[in-house]
Each structure stands twice: as C-alpha cells, then as structure tokens.
C-alpha cells in the first residue's frame, strides 16, 4: 500500500488530547485499529495512550500510512515551576520560536516529587516521540496541566487546556 503524503502528522496521548485538535482542523477518522488515526488532505493525527512504548508502537503504525514532512507531539505536562500558569504553553523543541522553550523529561509514569526531575516539565512521552519520528522536523508543545500534584486532570480540563492552545501551536502544523 503506498503511503499517503501529508505536511504534519499529530501526536496525542489522549483522546482528550485529540478531541479539540481532530474538530480545529477537521479531521475524519480514518481508523480504529490498532489506534485511532484522524486526517484530511494535509493533517494527519494518531492518538497512542500513555507511555513510551504504546507512542512508538503508534508512530511506527502512523509513518506506514503516511508520509510526512513534519510530525507534532501536543499534549499535556506536569511544571515543577508552581509559578507557571496552569495552561501554559511551552516548546520543548525549540528556542527561537513564538513559544517559549522549556526543558522536558519523559518519565514511566506519573511524577509526585519534583526533586527528581532536571527539567522544566514532565511527561510520558516526549522522548520516544522524538526517538519514533526520524527523518522530519519534530516539534513537542506541552501544556501545563498540573504541578506534580496528585490530582489527575478531568478529561474535560484537559481538552479546555488543548483547545486554548492551538492557535498558538498550529501555525507549525501548515
């Protein structure tokens, strides 16, 4: 089957992730199985789930589909900063963008204590993004969803973060 050429392909986590981004560019679902992928003529978009293998295992999936010149992770983090704005939106791929740069790392599960974290932000899958996603320009937007606390973000929340931020990021999508 020949793939499918795009400008970007789109990472989520979650499908509270995807649900705002899959309505902003008017994606149509393509597939279900073995994961959810979203597209039009020039945007695709996979949702994985949680974590570094179920990320690679989804891109690995996405790239035998499509071909793409750039691919986007956008999803939610955890800040160790408590002064940063629950919402906020940082680049952890690039410093000379619009957005402003913070430091990432992908950890294996949730992170409650920020003394173990030599970064800026937290998530679950940063990393093998950027480790599946060979050969294309690689952005990862993360949105401040919490401070490392205890309480996971209502799916709600974190589509309402997701939404706010995408005509932020989407300018890096054309």
């Known amino acids: 089957m020949k793939r499918v050429e795009i400008k970007t392909l789109i990472h989520t986590a979650l499908t509270a992730e995807a649900k705002p981004i899959i309505g902003y560019f008017h994606l149509i ?35 035998t589909l499509f071909s793409a010149r750039r691919a986007i992770n956008i999803g939610i983090a955890g800040c160790v900063d408590k002064n940063i704005k629950t919402g906020s939106l940082f680049c952890a791929t690039h410093k000379n963008l619009s957005i402003p740069y913070a430091a990432l790392t992908s950890h294996e599960c949730g992170v409650k204590d920020g003394s173990s974290i030599n970064s ?9 993004f950027l480790e599946a996603a060979q050969n294309v320009e690689k952005y990862i937007f993360k949105v401040v969803s919490d401070h490392l606390d205890t309480t996971i973000p209502t799916k709600a929340k974190v589509g309402a973060l997701i939404q706010k931020t995408i005509p932020l990021w989407s300018v890096y999508v054309g």
């Open 120 to 128: 800026y932000l937290a998530d679950m899958e940063g990393e093998a």
């Open 29 to 63: 679902c393509k597939n279900k199985i073995p994961f959810n992928i979203y597209a039009n003529d020039d945007t695709a978009l996979v949702v994985s789930g949680i974590g570094a293998q179920k990320t690679k295992e989804a891109l690995a999936f996405a790239f």
